[in-house]
């Protein structure tokens, strides 16, 4: 089995930060959030407050939009085009996505791809609130062990070394920067 990160791994750029900046442009009133948003972010890079909390912040704008399940579907219709090429030659059939990215966004993305095994963080989409930890470094780890044995993992693939300790648990680990994959 192999198991790939999903932002910057397998997705061209940040799911979602392009979901939100999405929402912001066809919904402004968004914006009322940005105040509250900058302080939050500041508490945050000053270690004040965590990345959930900071995260849950930011998706609280998410209470604007009318119809949120109508909003990801077109989004996610809109950026499929951001699958990366080599994944597509290489995904089969029994990859596991894991992400800290919301998985009411990402769902929609495995849906059109054919992926059945996705693990990533738990976030309401009508309040931007998460139901447990953000699916982050060793959480991740906890959540691929709550569903499958570690041990059957062939290649792990991520954009980022905080994603470390699920390649520890890889036969391989792969570095993936752009398109290019470099042995962890």
Known sequence: MNVYDFDETIY????TRDFVF???KKYPKCLFKLPKIGIKGISYVLKNISKTEFKENVYSM?????????????????????IKRWYIEQQK??????SASPEFLLKPFMDKLGIK???????????????GLNCYGEEKVVRFDAQF??????????????????????????LVKGNQLEKW
Do not use: W
Not at 12 to 15: M, R
């Open 22 to 24: 999405y929402l912001v």
């Open 93 to 98: 059939e029994d990859d596991v996505i894991i």
């Open 117 to 131: 095994n996705l693990i990533a963080s738990k976030v309401n989409q009508v309040t931007g609130t998460y139901d």
């Open 62 to 82: 998410f209470s604007y939009i009318p119809n949120i399940d109508t909003e990801v579907e077109v989004f996610v219709d809109t950026h499929m085009h951001c």
């Open 12 to 15: 061209e750029g940040d799911s």
């Open 149 to 174: 044995d570690r041990k059957c993992i062939d290649n792990f693939y991520s954009d980022s070394y905080s994603d470390d300790p699920m390649a520890k648990l890889a036969k391989q680990a792969f």
